[in-house]
C-alpha cells in the first residue's frame, strides 16, 4: 500500500521490488549532472537505461549519446536507450510517471540534479520508484537545514573549515557561502581578508544582483584553506562479504568560472579591471582527474571510514553506494572537509568509459563510479539481496 503522508520506508520499497522482474531491471536518472556516467556504467554492465529529461535539454541524450544496438542486442555506440522529454524535470514526480517506471522496472539513481530540480520533501514521501543510494541522506545537502552536512561531519569527528558567526570578526582570508540570486542552482560564493573587504565586495555583488540580502544574512563564513581541491569519489557495498567495503574509486578537481579565467591573468591586470569583473564567481563547468600522493590514501580512506560510521549511527540503513567528501590539502599535509555528497559526485564523468584510475586498479578493468553502481545493483538482484541497496 502506497502512503503519501509519511517518507517512504523499507515496507513500501520491499512491496514495489516484488513486483519487479529482477532480470529486466532498467536503470534511471534526471538527464543532468552525472547521468552519462551512470547511463555509461549501466550499459557495461549490461543494463538498459532511461534518461528522463527536461523540453529543450534532451539532444545530449535522444541524439548525440543514443544507442545503436547491433542485431543480437549488443551496444555498439552511445549508452542512452531511452529518453522520456518532460516539461519539466519536476514531472518525475506525477503518479503516472511513476508508474510508468515501475512497469519498466526502473531503478532510479540519484544526483543533484533530481534534488535540485525536486524538493526533498517529495524526494523523501512521494517518489514511489526503488532508488540506489541513501535516500534519507540527502536532504543533508541543503545549507538550511538544521542537520547539514557541517551535522553529521561534526558527529563523525572530522576536520572541516571553522565557521566564523559575525563578518566583524574576519581576521584572515575566508570565503563566504551562499546562493547565486540569478542563477538559482549555483553560487554566489566570494573571498576576502577583512570586514572592509567584506562590506565592499557583498555590496559590489549585491548591486550586480549576483547575490541578495537574505541569502547573505544567511550565509556561511569559514576559515578558507588555502591548498588544492580533491574530491574523494567513494563507494560503500553493504553487501560485500569478503574484501573491504569501502573503496576509493577516484579523485576529481573542478574547473570554476569565472575563477579560473581570473587565475591565468597577471595581477596587474587584474587590478586594473572595473570593480564587477575584479571579484571572479565560482561556477563549477567542468572537472578533471587527479590523484593523491600514497602517503596521503590511508587518512583518505579514514574519512571515509569515519563517515560510514556516522552515517550509521544517525540514518538508518546509513551511507549505500557512492559518496563524495570535497576536499582542501592544506600546507602541513592536512585534509578539511568542505563539502559533502551523499550520493554520485558531480565530477565522475570525467571517468566515463576509462573508468577511475583507484577503481580501475582495485577491479582490474575499467570501473567508473557508473559502472560500480552497475555492478553493484547487479550483485544484488543476483544474490536476492535488492533490499539491501535500494531506498
Keep these: 500500500m502506497i502512503r503519501d503522508d509519511s517518507m517512504i520506508d523499507k515496507d513500501d520499497i520491499n512491496a514495489i521490488i516484488e513486483d519487479y522482474d529482477s532480470l529486466k531491471l532498467r536503470i534511471g536518472m534526471t538527464a543532468s549532472h552525472s547521468a552519462l556516467d551512470i547511463c555509461d556504467g549501466a550499459i557495461e554492465e549490461g543494463f538498459p537505461t532511461v534518461a528522463y529529461c527536461q523540453k529543450g535539454r534532451e539532444k545530449t541524450y535522444s541524439n548525440y549519446f543514443k544507442t545503436k544496438r547491433s542485431s543480437s542486442g549488443r551496444v555498439v555506440r552511445g549508452?542512452?536507450?531511452?529518453?522520456?522529454?518532460?516539461?519539466?524535470?519536476?514531472?518525475?514526480?506525477?503518479?503516472?510517471?511513476?508508474?510508468?517506471?515501475?512497469?519498466?522496472?526502473?531503478?532510479?539513481?540519484?544526483?543533484?540534479?533530481?534534488?535540485?530540480?525536486?524538493?526533498?520533501?517529495?524526494?523523501?514521501?512521494?517518489?514511489?520508484?526503488?532508488?540506489?543510494?541513501?535516500?534519507?541522506?540527502?536532504?543533508?545537502?541543503?545549507?538550511?537545514e538544521d542537520q547539514d552536512y557541517y551535522w553529521i561531519l561534526d558527529k563523525a569527528g572530522l576536520p572541516y573549515p571553522e565557521a566564523i558567526e559575525d563578518p566583524q570578526e574576519i581576521d584572515c582570508l575566508v570565503i563566504v557561502k551562499?546562493?547565486?540570486?540569478?542563477?538559482?542552482?549555483?553560487?554566489?560564493?566570494?573571498?576576502?581578508?577583512?570586514?572592509?573587504?567584506?562590506?565592499?565586495?557583498?555590496?559590489?555583488?549585491?548591486?550586480?544582483?549576483?547575490?541578495?540580502?537574505?541569502?547573505?544574512?544567511?550565509?556561511?563564513?569559514?576559515?578558507?584553506?588555502?591548498?588544492?581541491?580533491?574530491?574523494?569519489?567513494?563507494?560503500?557495498?553493504?553487501?560485500?562479504?569478503?574484501?573491504?567495503?569501502?573503496?576509493?574509486?577516484?579523485?576529481?578537481?573542478?574547473?570554476?568560472?569565472?575563477?579560473?579565467?581570473?587565475?591565468?591573468?597577471?595581477?596587474?591586470?587584474?587590478?586594473?579591471?572595473?570593480?564587477?569583473?575584479?571579484?571572479?564567481?565560482?561556477?563549477?563547468?567542468?572537472?578533471?582527474?587527479a590523484t593523491i600522493r600514497e602517503s596521503l590514501l590511508e587518512n583518505a580512506f579514514e574519512l571515509g571510514e569515519k563517515f560510514i560510521t556516522a552515517s550509521k549511527e544517525h540514518y538508518d540503513p546509513g551511507i549505500v553506494g557512492p559518496f563524495c567528501l570535497q576536499t582542501c590539502i592544506d600546507k602541513d599535509m592536512n585534509y578539511s572537509i568542505y563539502d559533502v555528497a551523499p550520493r554520485l559526485g558531480g565530477g565522475t564523468n570525467v571517468h566515463v568509459s576509462v573508468g577511475h584510475p583507484y577503481g580501475n586498479a582495485t577491479w582490474r578493468k575499467p570501473v567508473s563510479s557508473g559502472r560500480r553502481i552497475a555492478m553493484e545493483i547487479r550483485k544484488a538482484a543476483e544474490q536476492d539481496r535488492l533490499l539491501e541497496v535500494l531506498t
Design 178 to 289: 551562499l546562493h547565486h540570486a540569478q542563477k538559482k542552482l549555483e553560487r554566489g560564493f566570494f573571498t576576502c581578508a577583512s570586514y572592509d573587504e567584506y562590506v565592499e565586495k557583498s555590496q559590489a555583488l549585491l548591486k550586480e544582483g549576483i547575490i541578495d540580502q537574505q541569502s547573505l544574512d544567511g550565509a556561511r563564513i569559514e576559515r578558507y584553506v588555502i591548498g588544492p581541491v580533491f574530491n574523494l569519489n567513494f563507494f560503500y557495498s553493504p553487501i560485500e562479504d569478503e574484501m573491504s567495503k569501502l573503496e576509493l574509486l577516484g579523485v576529481d578537481w573542478r574547473f570554476e568560472s569565472s575563477l579560473d579565467g581570473h587565475v591565468r591573468l597577471p595581477a596587474p591586470q587584474q587590478m586594473t579591471m572595473p570593480i564587477h569583473q575584479q571579484i571572479p564567481e565560482m561556477t563549477v563547468v567542468g572537472h578533471n582527474t
Design 79 to 144: 549508452m542512452v536507450d531511452k529518453t522520456v522529454v518532460m516539461n519539466s524535470f519536476n514531472d518525475v514526480m506525477k503518479p503516472e510517471m511513476q508508474e510508468e517506471m515501475r512497469k519498466r522496472n526502473v531503478v532510479y539513481i540519484p544526483n543533484r540534479s533530481f534534488t535540485s530540480y525536486s524538493s526533498i520533501d517529495d524526494v523523501e514521501n512521494n517518489f514511489h520508484v526503488p532508488m540506489f543510494g541513501s535516500r534519507n541522506m540527502l536532504r543533508m545537502e541543503e545549507r538550511t
